[in-house]
């Protein structure tokens, strides 16, 4: 599995911004697609994730603002993040896991490059 990440980026103060990552490779389906960040010298933490059947959940500091969604048939996960602060400047990366692929093989855990996100006036 290979994840393009892309739609970060500099956003004023209460502003918005969508990423997207798409998943590509011989995939059949993918169980969690995911988004994490990680500020410099911090581990990275869960952002929110989302199930092949649509259950989500968020982390407290981003709910309310952003919306995690996927599109099955794109094997894109994606993440519309409004009313942006300056804490959430960071590095994003996306996730996905539990992908079976067209042989019927299984693969566990994959990372996308990371997108940078800038919340600044």
């Known amino acids: 599995v290979q994840l393009q990440a892309s739609g970060g980026g500099l956003v004023q103060p209460g502003g918005s911004l969508r990423l997207s990552c798409a998943a590509s490779?011989?995939?059949?389906?993918?169980?969690?697609m995911g988004w994490y960040r990680q500020a410099p010298g911090k581990q990275r933490e869960l952002v929110a994730t989302?199930?092949?059947?649509?259950?989500?959940n968020y982390a407290d500091s981003v709910k309310g603002r952003f919306t995690i969604s996927r599109d099955n048939a794109k094997n894109t996960v994606y993440l519309q993040m409004n009313g942006l602060k300056p804490e959430d400047t960071d590095v994003y990366f996306c996730?996905?896991?539990?992908?079976?692929?067209?042989?019927?093989?299984?693969?566990?855990?994959?990372w996308g490059q990371g997108t940078e996100v800038t919340v600044s006036s």
């Open positions: 989302i199930g092949q059947g649509g259950t989500t």
């Open positions: 996730n996905v896991a539990g992908v079976r692929y067209r042989s019927g093989s299984y693969g566990a855990n994959y």
């Open positions: 490779g011989s995939i059949f389906s993918i169980s969690h």
